[in-house]
């Protein structure tokens, strides 16, 4: 079956960096679209970042120059690098297979303080 496990959040200053990381398995993870949701409190859910099977990749305005999203598709692994944090990514994230297969991870916790 398809999973999907999350490690690398945590608390951090603003300013500080934090990297996810995502293990995937069950599905043919080359051939699939990725990408890091968040929901913050009161808020939708939103996506922060997809890359392709290919590596092509996209981000929210709001983390452009900021993050940055990876895969090794040899490992399975799709990454978040979040440099430069704001307030404003606390959040919880969550890895997401989006194309073909949709699935989504347990989510971990981004805070950050000011």
């Known amino acids: 079956q398809v999973q999907l496990v999350e490690s690398g959040g945590g608390l951090v200053q603003t300013g500080g960096s934090l990297r996810l990381s995502c293990a995937a398995s069950?599905?043919?993870?080359?051939?699939?679209?990725m990408g890091w949701y968040r929901q913050a409190p009161g808020k939708q859910r939103e996506l922060v970042a997809i890359?392709?099977?290919?590596?092509?990749?996209n981000y929210v305005d709001s983390v452009k120059g900021r993050f940055t999203i990876s895969r090794d598709n040899f490992q399975n692994m799709v990454s978040l690098q979040m440099n430069s944090l704001k307030p404003e990514d606390t959040a919880v994230y969550y890895c997401?297979?989006?194309?073909?297969?949709?699935?989504g991870g347990q989510g971990t916790q981004v805070t950050v303080s000011s």
């Open positions: 890359i392709t099977g290919a590596g092509d990749t």
């Open positions: 997401s297979a989006i194309s073909p297969i949709g699935y």
């Open positions: 069950g599905f043919t993870f080359r051939l699939n679209a």
